[in-house]
């Protein structure tokens, strides 16, 4: 790698940590909003504008880009989530996708599923009897 590609990584860095500040800023906002908290310096109850949502959303999809550019130059592997740059989801847990070891009903996925080839698996059960 050349300096130049290094400083210009470096800066990419620099930039998706300042965003990932900002994020976590409008996260604790917004999580004190949630809690009925006052603003620090006027006393009055924290409002979370859609200004302020928009910007997090356009924040997100940036830091996103970022990722991808700096973790996956490649782009292999990589999937972008919507629900992920909407911060209207914020709340919402990820399901965990992996069983017990000796599952009663275990979902026997394709090994190609677990890589991350499909961008959706859609089962359906038919009862034919």
Known sequence: MRVSEFEARWEKKVVLSCL??????????R??????????RTGEAVVVTEQEVFDE???RREM????KE???SDGAGYKDGKLAADPEWDDV?????EEPEGALAAIA???HYAEGEFDAVILF???TT
């Open 64 to 67: 996103a880009a970022l990722r």
């Open 109 to 111: 996925y394709p090994a």
């Open 20 to 29: 990932a500040v900002e994020s976590r800023c409008f996260r604790a906002r």
């Open 57 to 59: 959303t356009r924040r």
């Open 93 to 97: 847990e990820p399901v965990v996708l």
């Open 70 to 72: 700096l973790l996956y």
């Open 31 to 40: 999580e004190r909003e949630r809690q009925g908290q006052a603003e620090e």
């Open 125 to 127: 059960c038919c009862d």
